[in-house]
């Protein structure tokens, strides 16, 4: 079935694209960190209808009909690091396999090129489908980053303390 890829300017799409676009962001985060809550709606909306001034946040969605099947964003710094971007691509898993990775990557590498950014940065989990994607595009994996989460009313006070 065919799929449209789109930049999405959040300060200005309609709320029904926005949710659907929330939907599947809540989606890719639990995915990510399925511990965490999700992001509220509310939140999430405040920050894409008013992003920072000194960043260039952009988002692409691809769409089946109404319906959001992966979305990429970005961040660049608008005034400093001007060489560099921070990348990152997620598919609905009931979606992958289509080329919507690839589809929702191509924009972005043509953006960056065309803004004289030349590195970019995009986190991805060990040994999902992401990794292999972007082996294939060309990224190599610069450092591995650990992620370690405390419940902090099973935090051991004396051994900060003892620690600190």
Known sequence: MPFTVEAVDTRTASEERLRELHRLHV???HDEKP???????????????????D????????????????????YAHATQNLENAELWVWVDPEARGRGV?????TPMFDHFEADGRVRIDTFILVDRPEEALAERAGLKRVYTERLSRAV?????????????
Do not use: F
């Not at 990775?101 to 990557?105: E, G, H, I, K, M």
């Not at 902090?152 to 600190?164: F, H, Q």
């Open 152 to 164: 902090m009313a099973e935090v051991d006070r004396g051994l900060l303390e003892e620690i600190g």
């Open 27 to 29: 989606q890719r985060e």
């Open 55 to 74: 960043a260039d946040l952009r988002h692409w969605v691809a769409w089946d009909g109404g319906t959001a099947l992966g979305t990429a964003g970005s």
């Open 101 to 105: 990775a690839r589809d929702l990557w």
């Open 35 to 53: 511990d965490d809550p999700p992001v509220p709606w509310e939140r999430r909306l405040e920050g894409w209808r008013r992003p920072r001034a």
